[in-house]
C-alpha cells in the first residue's frame, strides 16, 4: 500500500553557510560514519525548526536542549529544541524526498511537546517543514500521518498553554489550588504510612506516650552537630518536637521531627504544610499519589519534600517509575530517581529560596505528569 502523501504546502526554511558549519562540526565529534551523518542532519533540522518557530515569534533555548549537549549526542538519536514558555521539548525529526516514512527511534517516543517532520536533501540549502505528529508510538511514520503546521501553532500557543503555577508559600495561609485539596482519607492514609516507611517507627497499636518520648529522644540523639541538645525533660513530647524544629541545625532533623508532629497532630500551628495529589488519572490508572510538603525555617528558606508513594492493594511502586525535579529551565537539578524492586516509596527533599521555581515529574513508561511549583 502506497501512502498518501501530504495535501497542504510545505515551508521552506533557508539553510545557512552558519548551520552546516554548526552541523559539520558536532557531526566530527561522533565515532563512526553513520552516526556522522545521523548527528549532521538532526542538527540542520533542529536549526531548521528554530528558525521558523521564530518568525512566528515563539522563543526556543538551543542550549538546554538535549542535541546541544555532547554526551547527549554520542549517546542517543535526539532531534529537540527547548521550548521555553511550555518548559518541554519538540522532537525535529528529518526524512529525504524519496522517503515514504520518517523514521523515530524510540528514545524520543516520550516526553516531547510533538514531533515536527522536515524534508532535508543535499547540498543542504533549505529545509522543507512538512508536517506536525502529536505524538508517536510506532519507528516509523507514514507521510500520511503528517497533520498541518496549523495544528503545530495551536499546539505551541494556545492547546498547550502553561499551566499556573502551584503558589506554595500562599500554602502556609492553607490556601491550596483546587486539585491540591485531596481528600481527607488520602491524606490519612499518607500519614499512616508516614511511621511506616520512615524513621522513627514505632509500631500500629503501640503508639503510646512512653514510645512516642522514646522516638523524640532518638530525634534528639540524632542531630549531626558536635553538641547534641538534651531532650528538655520540662515539655511533653509534642513540645519537646517543636523545640528542636525551631532550634536544632539539622535540617534533615528538622524536617524529620515535623513529619513526626504532623502524625501525632496534623494541625498543630509548627506542623509542615503536607498536600498530596493522586496521579492515577495521569499513569495509566496505576495508584500513584505524589505528595509535597513544606516548612519554612527561620532565614526564610523553605524546607521542601516531594514524595511518591503507592496506594490502595499496590504495596510496592511500579518497577522503573521516576520522579525528576526540574529547575525553571526544565534541566534536572537532582539525578532522577527510579524505583527499583520492592520499593515503598522514593523521594527528594531540598532547601529553596523565596521566589525559587521547580517544576516535579512522575514518569512511567510512556505516561507523565509534571506540575510545576514557585516557592
Not at 24 to 33: C, D, K, N, V
Not at 184 to 194: E, F, H, P, Q, V
Not at 361 to 369: G, H, I, P, T
Amino acid at each position: 500500500m502506497i501512502d498518501t502523501p501530504v495535501k497542504f504546502i510545505p515551508i521552506a526554511i533557508p539553510i545557512t553557510g552558519t548551520d552546516r558549519k554548526q552541523a559539520y562540526q558536532f557531526a566530527q565529534q561522533q565515532p563512526t560514519q553513520e552516526r556522522s551523518q545521523q548527528v549532521y542532519r538532526n542538527t540542520l533540522a533542529v536549526l531548521v525548526t528554530g528558525r521558523y518557530l521564530q518568525l512566528l515569534g515563539i522563543d526556543t533555548d538551543l542550549e538546554v536542549s538535549h542535541s546541544w549537549n555532547p554526551l547527549d549526542r554520542l549517546l542517543e538519536n535526539i532531534a529537540d529544541l527547548y521550548i521555553p514558555s511550555l518548559q518541554g521539548f519538540l522532537e525535529c525529526r528529518s526524512l529525504q524526498r524519496s522517503d515514504r516514512k520518517c523514521k523515530v527511534p524510540k528514545e524520543v517516543w516520550s516526553e516531547r511537546l510533538g514531533y515536527v517532520m522536515i524534508q532535508l536533501d543535499e547540498p543542504y540549502q533549505e529545509g522543507q517543514i512538512l508536517g506536525f505528529v502529536e505524538s508517536v508510538s510506532v519507528p516509523e511514520v507514514p507521510r500520511s500521518y503528517f497533520q498541518p503546521l496549523d495544528v503545530l501553532v495551536d499546539r505551541l500557543t494556545l492547546e498547550r498553554s502553561p499551566q499556573p503555577m502551584v503558589q506554595l508559600r500562599q500554602w502556609l495561609k492553607r490556601i491550596f489550588e483546587p486539585d491540591w485539596q485531596p481528600p481527607k482519607d488520602l491524606l490519612n492514609t499518607i500519614r499512616g504510612l508516614t511511621l511506616q516507611f520512615c524513621e522513627p517507627q514505632p509500631k500500629r497499636g503501640e503508639v503510646n506516650s512512653v514510645l512516642i518520648r522514646q522516638q523524640v529522644e532518638q530525634l534528639y540523639r540524632r542531630q549531626s552537630c558536635d553538641l547534641v541538645q538534651p531532650i528538655p525533660l520540662n515539655l511533653n513530647p509534642q513540645e519537646a518536637l517543636v523545640n528542636l524544629i525551631q532550634t536544632t541545625q539539622d535540617d534533615e532533623i528538622r524536617w524529620q521531627s515535623a513529619e513526626f508532629l504532623w502524625e501525632l497532630d496534623p494541625q498543630h500551628p509548627d506542623c509542615p504544610v503536607i498536600s498530596a495529589k493522586d496521579l492515577g488519572i495521569y499513569l495509566i490508572g496505576h495508584p500513584i499519589v505524589l505528595m509535597v510538603g513544606i516548612l519554612p525555617k527561620s532565614d526564610g528558606k523553605m524546607l521542601i519534600l516531594l514524595r511518591v508513594y503507592p496506594q490502595g492493594q499496590l504495596s510496592h511502586l511500579p518497577l522503573g517509575l521516576k520522579l525528576i525535579v526540574l529547575d525553571e529551565t526544565g534541566n534536572p537539578f537532582f539525578e532522577e530517581v527510579k524505583s527499583r524492586q520492592q520499593d515503598h516509596y522514593m523521594q527528594f527533599k531540598f532547601t529553596a529560596d523565596g521566589g525559587d521555581r521547580f517544576s516535579a515529574r512522575v514518569v512511567l513508561n510512556d505516561a507523565s505528569f509534571t506540575e510545576s511549583f514557585i516557592v
